[in-house]
DNA sequence: AGAAGGAGTTAACTTAGGTTAATTCCTTCT
DNA sequence: AGAAGGAATTAACCTAAGTTAACTCCTTCT
């Protein structure tokens, strides 16, 4: 897979997001990553001041706190940008890994070349600030959906929002999305199959 | 106060988010809003497609569940943009209001027309895009506080982020920021109070 | 000064979800 | 085929936080 192929992937991300721009204008450096299933891209403390395309593939990103309980922020399914805003912008560690759920592939641009093109093409900066836009919406949704709702709620709205998955992905790893341990998903989902009699 | 002074704000704020730029430049259509404590810049519901900058004063967003319950998401001390990026760029209902805790003076601006002159000033992207990364990385931080800590823990860290809040708003607003309710903050309360003899 | 209303506290009871552990069911490995 | 390890379920018990309600302070209003 050349380049120019890898870069299409861009434009269809953004072409989602309602924008059209040329992606072959990307001339930073780039290297190009394999990452098979249950690989992780970069670990949990890591510095991974780079941003990422996921080509293919999909992966979710794996935080573990102090207690050393793992949950799963995000699961990002290609093509899509991923990567650690806040490591990047502010140059510290990361406070999630990204594990593979399938063979995924990624291209990778060190944040300041990237950024430094960015900064000279402003269709390029708007795309970013377009990504943004999106990934703090999708943030602030998560926010409300654990203050106001049960987490009865969050999992009929996660297996909604994401029926390919609700099926395919260890249940483990839906309960640490929506906040809760695998048995208490287990009895919601017991729950629901006798309350749909 | 005239324009010149009010837009002096901006530099102050983004000054702070380590960029330096003439807002002076800016040029779009302005309004200027005085709110007294208490009342409603918006309501949860209203098309507030408008982009807000807080020149002075302090509010919280705050959004009520189906059950009626509030919860604040926010507390925004100026000088700092305020708004529902999600409303503006979606074009939806805002799905909070914002209240003023303190006279509070805002001048707004039409995201349209706020929009299209970014797109012409990549200074002004560039600040907008430094604004959503710090407005996300704030989100993810909840995020992350909702899923690994406890409330008590929640608690402990507002008083740290916030340490002229704690004593100066209603602890119902406290309470509902860190997603609990004003009797188990109470007894948080109570047991810190005990704890530390 | 007295009344009214809101904010915070405290107590009693309920409930959602965490914890631990046993059991079953799958894969996968040899 | 049998063993081993992981995933999901179920049950029993525990804890944090929600709910309701009573009580105490404060303001603020007349």
Known sequence: ???????????????????????????????VHVICKGDYLFQQGDFANRLYFLHSGLVRYVSVSDEGKEF???????????GSTKAM???????????????????SYTWQAFYAQMRHDIGFLECYA???????????????????HSAERRYLDFCAAYPELKD????????????ITPVALSRIRQKLKLSRG
Chains 1, 2 share one sequence.
């Open 130 to 148: 377009k990504f943004l836009e999106r990934i703090f919406i999708v943030k602030e949704e998560r926010e409300n959906a654990f203050v106001k």
């Open 72 to 82: 799963t922020q995000t699961f990002a399914k290609s093509p899509r940008i991923i």
């Open 89 to 107: 912008v502010t140059e510290t560690r990361v406070l999630f890994g990204i594990q593979a759920l399938e063979d995924s592939m990624v291209s």
């Open 1 to 31: 897979m050349d380049r120019t192929q890898l870069q299409n992937s861009f434009e269809a991300y953004f072409n989602e997001l309602g924008y059209d721009i040329d992606w072959q204008r990307l001339t930073v450096p780039m290297d």
């Open 168 to 179: 395919s992905i260890p249940q483990q790893q839906i309960a640490s999305y929506i906040g």
